[in-house]
């Protein structure tokens, strides 16, 4: 009788402390759900700690539940996050592949988006650069155009829609004649200004003033005679003035296009600063990089034959130069 009782004893004593340990389990598990990825925490309230002899279980228990959130966070940090279209045509954009960026943004032509929009019409008038074949360079200009009609609808209020608008508009023109682009100059020149209010920051639409300015300062006497024969008071401007907005785009970023270096010569050697003009115009001629862009190149050109026209450089030491 004595056995039995003492028997039951050591029973109650070893059920009382299962009932502790079940207790720490079912509280510190709750505290681990509750801080969820604080390694700290579950240091702290490791039930390895709290029981004095951890059982088989309190050791699975813990190491299921750190594991199961280490699992978790290493999911979540390996997860890599697929770039946006938009993303994906900058970088493009930005190594000059046009062919590529072209086929990405019309297969993924958003009619809703006026930052894709723009985009695309951007590819387009660059596409239309690179062929030399003209009834393409023709579709890819129109194409381009009608886009950026599409986004200019869209946002009335995004620069770069308005600049873009100005460019393929002048573009289209070109393929129309002489006539059609004087008709457009003054819409051309607005929706430049209106893109440069929009956003001053921005180099190119500055760069686009300053050139249709050169243009209208430079403009032969035939074709003053036509725009005089569509306006009542023609467009007109000044060397000045185009120097003032070339200035500007290149203060706003230094060397961003070779176009403009090119226009700033022209622009200088009409001014009589022929030391400047040369400057920008070796500057332009000189320029040298990986994956030159067609651009690029025919505005290296340019600037080659304007300085040769003017004499500002010996075609005979040319020819060493390019010999070496």
Not at 2 to 31: D, G, V
Not at 294 to 305: G, I, K, P, V, Y
Request: proline letters at 2%; aromatic letters at 12%.
């Amino acid at each position: 009788m004595a056995a039995t009782m003492e028997n039951l004893y050591r029973m109650l004593k070893l059920f009382k402390s299962s009932q502790k340990i079940a207790s720490c389990l079912h509280r510190n598990i709750a505290r681990v759900k509750l801080f969820r990825n604080q390694w700290s925490t579950i240091q702290k309230y490791s039930i390895l700690k709290l029981s004095s002899k951890p059982s088989a279980l309190t050791s699975i228990t813990t190491v299921c539940a750190v594991s199961w959130f280490t699992k978790k966070d290493g999911a979540e940090s390996d997860v890599v996050k697929e770039p946006s279209v938009m993303e994906k045509a900058d970088e493009l954009y930005s190594v000059n592949e046009t062919i590529a960026l072209y086929n990405l943004l019309k297969n993924n032509v958003d009619e809703t988006d006026d930052e894709i929009l723009w985009r695309f019409a951007r590819a387009c008038c660059d596409m239309s650069k690179m062929t030399k074949n003209i009834i393409r360079k023709k579709e890819y200009m129109y194409e381009g155009f009608e886009v950026v009609k599409k986004a200019l609808k869209l946002n009335d209020n995004n620069f770069a829609c308005h600049k873009w608008f100005a460019i393929l508009l002048d573009k289209t023109a070109e393929f129309e004649g002489t006539k059609k682009r004087i008709e457009n100059a003054y819409l051309v020149k607005e929706h430049f200004v209106r893109a440069v209010e929009l956003n001053p920051k921005d180099a190119t639409s500055m760069y686009s003033i300053g050139h249709w300015c050169y243009l209208f300062a430079d403009m032969s006497w035939y074709t003053k005679k036509i725009a005089s024969a569509i306006f009542s008071t023609p467009p007109s401007s000044t060397y000045e003035e185009a120097l003032k907005y070339l200035e500007m785009a290149e203060k706003a970023d230094p060397d961003f296009y070779l176009w403009n270096h090119v226009y700033l010569g022209k622009t200088y050697l009409h001014l009589g600063e022929v030391e400047k003009a040369k400057w920008y115009l070796t500057r332009a001629r000189e320029f040298k990089r990986q994956n030159i862009s067609l651009d690029e190149h025919e505005a290296q050109m340019e600037a080659f034959r304007t300085l040769l026209n003017h004499k500002l450089i010996d075609p005979k030491q040319q020819k060493k130069e390019e010999a070496t």
